[in-house]
């Protein structure tokens, strides 16, 4: 009997690539193992956590071109799209509303229904990640307020669709700028 670490691995009783009962190829057992604990990893791995987003845009009035609202991240001033947890008491969309005039002060009218979803790795305290699903609301900007709470705690910068996917990290989020201009209809006044 041989040991890993501090557990016992019996031999097993069948022939393991090399023909010879009771003498399986290490290469084998070290297989087995990795196999073994990415399924203990699995088991383990909690499910994603989930944020809620807005997609702030507006149409350009002179040129008839649509815009998005970027923003930087207060901590690595990532280009981001205002986002939250969620709140006690506020459906996914009110979040949504809420995080965009709290990080970027802005005012409009949401779509109720979420046009879609992106993934990422969020850094938390002690610098541990956790996945992370973001859940995604068109929000239609018709002001932005002079005052909000995160003034001056980050940069914004309205810009097309085809240049936000450039500049954000997230591949999801890449494909719904690249979506939302594809399927945009403006609203009728």
């Known amino acids: 009997m041989t040991a890993v670490g501090s557990l016992p691995i019996r031999p097993c009783h069948s022939t393991l690539k090399t023909g010879h009962p009771e003498k399986p190829e290490r290469k084998t057992i070290v297989n087995l193992i990795r196999r073994i604990a990415g399924d203990v990893h699995l088991m383990f791995?909690?499910?994603?956590?989930?944020?809620?987003?807005?997609?702030?845009?507006?149409?350009?009035?002179?040129?008839?071109?649509?815009?998005?609202?970027?923003?930087?991240?207060?901590?690595?001033?990532?280009?981001?799209?205002?986002?939250?947890?969620?709140?006690?008491?506020?459906?996914?969309?009110?979040?949504?509303?809420?995080?965009?005039?709290?990080?970027?002060?802005?005012?409009?009218?949401?779509?109720?229904?979420?046009?879609?979803?992106?993934m990422y790795r969020k850094g938390m305290a002690g610098g541990l990640k956790t996945e992370c699903k973001v859940r995604v609301y068109a929000l239609e900007v018709a002001s932005l307020a002079t005052n909000f709470p995160e003034k001056g705690q980050r940069r914004l910068e309205w810009v097309s669709c085809e240049e936000a996917a450039g500049r954000v990290h997230e591949p999801g989020l890449k494909e719904l700028f690249l979506s939302f201009e594809a399927t945009f209809v403006p609203a009728k006044a």
């Open 45 to 118: 791995r909690r499910p994603a956590r989930i944020q809620y987003a807005a997609l702030c845009y507006r149409v350009r009035k002179k040129r008839g071109t649509l815009e998005v609202l970027l923003i930087t991240s207060r901590d690595t001033g990532r280009w981001v799209i205002p986002k939250g947890w969620p709140m006690t008491g506020r459906r996914p969309y009110e979040v949504a509303v809420r995080e965009a005039f709290e990080e970027a002060g802005v005012k409009g009218r949401v779509n109720k229904t979420s046009i879609g979803h992106y």
